[in-house]
């Protein structure tokens, strides 16, 4: 057993060498064994102060027989000559003796520091890897290829199977030695995985050829202390004419970003977590604008939230969805009534992310068919939880209530994205109804200050013309 765990020595290289670049080593087919020896050879040798850990994939191995992964070994050798932690890219996950043998030829055979597998089989898969305190497992979480969402978006009660990964995984091994793969091209859900796992480290491939946003990926998922994504880069320093300068230029473009990375008052780095990743969307797409309105209530009001524009922004709804579906998870509810028109987009985005049926109370009857004033299948006696996208005051929500208590459902909570703190909440308390919002109008300016899209006095004269205290 070494001396030192794998994510210290990960550590370690990552500070000596200022970089949080992970070169692949993922040799072409058409390359020869005793090329692709010299040419591994070279590349570490060119970026062993440049990059912090190197990843062979093992199929490009494999596919060569018994003189390909001798090449491996090679490869991994050298790499250790050079002080650079190897992370094998196996993608195992088995049970019992066949984990055992599994772990025993990566760790035993060729000696990598850390392995990338997959938690599909459970923790009992893994433990023969992550019973060594000496070696790392980085497990598959959110992937790169176009077909990732197909399983691992998939909702597992009130969030996606890729997120119940990145909160429960990392707790699977007593020894810290978990980190999680999470693909660039998916850059968008990066956050909500650092949100639920900090102090993690995130492998990240799919950068270059694959287009994943490296900038967004990183303001993403940078851990607080500016660090713990490993960037991995294969194709561009590969290729290169001249490996060692291929690697100084993504180095230097990562540290770009980490610089650029907003810093809380105390210096430390800031993950956009999921509320502050909405509140951004909504400002980025014009949907918070600041100046004089008037409200459908007919209040004047300073800020105007614009809340059906989500339906032009996929990315941005699924954030909403998914947000308003935690709070969801906390209330009983047979079915999800949405409040036209501004709640039924948001409506059927959440009754699809946690599998629930709903219905809406119509604005009106219709004049001809059934003039039924509630569309969608239900029965009297059942509960439904009330959705819409903001509420100012009740009285819009009571009104839309009425048709669905004349229908024999009841109602308990009412939930909404945004609270704009103007009585709402208290009107609705005292009809005996709970209010449950994902952010509150004080919440979405801190955050928009915290950001730096708007000064601490526009938050500050906004908040006294609400009266909000």
Request: neutral net charge; charged residues 25%.
């Amino acid at each position: 057993m070494r001396a030192q765990s794998f994510f210290s020595f990960l550590d370690d290289v990552s500070r000596r060498n200022n970089s949080l670049l992970c070169i692949g080593l993922d040799p072409p087919l058409e390359t020869s064994v005793k090329d692709i020896i010299t040419k591994n050879s070279s590349i570490i040798d060119a970026v062993a102060g440049i990059a912090c850990a190197v990843k062979p994939n093992a199929a490009f191995y494999e596919a060569r027989g018994i003189p390909g992964m001798e090449a491996l070994q090679e490869t991994i050798r050298r790499a250790h000559d050079r002080e650079l932690p190897v992370i094998l890219d196996v993608k195992r996950g088995d049970i019992a003796s066949t984990a055992d043998a599994y772990a025993s030829a990566c760790f035993d055979l060729l000696d990598a520091d850390a392995v990338t597998a997959s938690p599909f089989l459970g923790r009992d898969s893994l433990e023969s890897f992550t019973r060594r305190p000496d070696r790392g497992v980085f497990l598959l979480c959110h992937t790169s290829n176009p077909g990732a969402g197909d399983l691992q978006e998939l909702n597992i009660g009130a969030e996606p199977l890729y997120l119940r990964i990145a909160r429960t995984a990392p707790s699977w091994s007593s020894h810290r030695n978990i980190g999680l793969v999470v693909g660039a091209t998916f850059a968008h859900l990066i956050g909500g995985v650092r949100e639920v796992a900090s102090g993690i480290w995130f492998l990240l491939p799919g950068v270059g050829a694959q287009g994943g946003d490296l900038e967004a990926s990183l303001e993403a998922g940078l851990d607080t202390d500016g660090s713990k994504v490993l960037v991995n880069v294969s194709r561009a320093v590969w290729q290169a004419a001249d490996p060692a300068e291929a690697a100084r230029e993504m180095r230097e473009r990562i540290n770009s970003c980490r610089t650029g990375a907003r810093r809380g008052g105390n210096g430390t780095y800031q993950a956009q977590g999921l509320k502050d990743r909405i509140a951004l969307g909504l400002h980025d797409m014009g949907a918070v604008r600041l100046g004089t309105f008037t409200l459908k209530s007919g209040q004047s009001s300073p800020i105007y939230i614009d809340l059906r524009l989500l339906v032009s922004s996929p990315r941005l709804m699924a954030d909403v969805a998914s947000a308003l579906a935690r709070i969801l998870s906390g209330l009983s509810f047979d079915r999800i009534a949405a409040i036209p028109y501004g709640g039924l987009p948001i409506g059927q985005a959440v009754a699809l992310a946690v599998g629930r049926p709903m219905l809406y109370p119509r604005k009106e009857a219709k004049e001809y068919g059934t003039k039924k004033l509630i569309e969608g299948v239900f029965s009297a006696g059942e509960t439904v939880v009330v959705l819409d996208d903001l509420i100012t005051t009740g009285a819009s929500k009571l009104k839309a209530i009425e048709p669905l208590l004349a229908e024999g459902l009841m109602t308990r909570d009412v939930v909404v994205l945004v609270d704009r703190e103007q009585g709402g909440a208290r009107e609705l308390a005292e009809k005996g109804l709970r209010l449950h919002s994902v952010m509150t109008v004080s919440d979405l300016l801190e955050a928009l200050v915290r950001h730096g899209r708007i000064p601490d006095s526009v938050r500050q004269n906004v908040r006294s013309s609400l009266g909000i205290t």
